[in-house]
């Protein structure tokens, strides 16, 4: 007999990996929308496993059941069809595929990060006075700045918002794709130089959460994490009144400082912010004398159409720095 030695390691082993998933906060998170898709992925495993455990109890059954050793099972080696077998084998797995089409269909279009939300959470609609909390996130090497454009200031790698109020947040990036992750609060949303992406979310609960990038973008990745605080309505404000107490400004020249490689950066506040910063960063010119992507495509796209528009561009390609909030008319 095999002492309890011999099985002393492989228990502690399988222990430890049991241990290693206590951190549920996928399936228990304190957002609505993270709380719903927790949801999809439990009824998407379930329905899965509709299939899964049966198959593998009646592998270890006919294993068992069909083995050397048993002569009195039956045995026919010339068996090729059953027309009720079939019937079971095909119908439950379709069946399972229509539910996880017709699940996942559904909640695509309801869990859609640019859809505006309809509610607060489960049982709360939206009020109709309340006005989403819009935050600008920028994804730099390697550390996060967010913009408050309504209330001036921004931070880097510190996110707070007010318990039960709707977040949009706007996201870009200054150099490389990344990805923009806080588990307690919904899915991840990739951030693109160049291009803007969506994500609505509200968090229900106060408290800290961890929050990241889910998306390698080189050496400082594994350290480009911040602190997302839920805060009550006064909480927030006291929390914009201290960065507004601050000296520092966020100008362009700042920024392109701050938007140098660097990695583990500390929490800074900006008591101001350029209120054109994140334009000229989705339009990838904060640096004096750069052109500005969408005026480069609004010229591009007039190229060759009017005789007029081929005047303006070739009056404006040598010289012309655009300015977001100014777009330039180039048929005029």
């Known amino acids: 007999m095999p002492s309890l030695k011999t099985f002393r390691a492989p228990a502690l082993l399988a222990a430890t990996a ?18 719903q898709q927790g949801r999809l992925v439990m009824i998407a495993t379930g329905l899965m496993l509709l299939i899964i455990i049966p198959v593998i109890v009646l592998t270890l059954l006919f294993a068992w059941r069909y083995r050397a050793a048993n002569k009195e099972a039956d045995y026919q080696p010339d068996w090729h069809h059953s027309t009720r077998l079939e019937l079971v084998i095909w119908s439950a797995p379709l069946l399972i595929i229509i539910a996880l089409g017709a699940l996942t269909w559904i909640s695509t279009h309801t869990l859609d990060p640019y859809r505006p939300l309809d509610r607060i959470a489960a049982g709360k609609p939206m009020p109709a006075d309340v006005k989403p909390l819009e935050i600008q996130v920028v994804s730099l090497d390697w550390k996060w700045l967010f913009i408050y454009p309504e209330q001036g200031i921004a931070t880097v790698n510190e996110v707070a918002a007010p318990v039960d109020r709707p977040i949009l947040f706007k996201l870009t990036s200054s150099t490389t794709m990344n990805a923009f ?8 949303i990739y951030t693109m130089p160049g291009m803007q992406t969506e994500l609505n979310a509200v968090i229900n609960k106060p408290g800290v959460y961890h929050g990241l990038s889910s998306h390698y973008s080189g050496a400082g990745f594994s350290g480009m994490t911040f602190k997302f605080h839920g805060v009550s309505n006064e909480e927030f404000a006291k929390w914009v009144a201290d960065a507004k107490s601050g000296s520092q400004s966020l100008t362009r020249a700042v920024y392109n400082d701050l938007a140098k490689p660097s990695e583990r950066n ?46 303006a561009v070739a009056a404006l390609m ?3 720095i655009c300015t977001p909030n100014q777009p330039v008319d180039l048929l005029n």
Do not use: W
């Open 266 to 311: 500390p929490v800074q506040r900006f008591a101001s912010v350029d209120p054109d910063l994140y334009s000229r960063v989705l339009n990838l010119c904060t640096v004096d004398g750069q052109r500005c992507m969408h005026q480069v495509m609004a010229q591009d796209a007039l190229r060759g159409r009017t005789k007029a528009g081929e005047a």
């Open 318 to 320: 040598p010289q012309q």
């Open 181 to 188: 992750y806080v588990p307690d609060l919904a899915g991840m």
């Open 18 to 35: 049991l241990l290693a998933g206590c951190n549920t906060v996928v399936l228990s998170p304190s957002g609505d929308i993270a709380s």
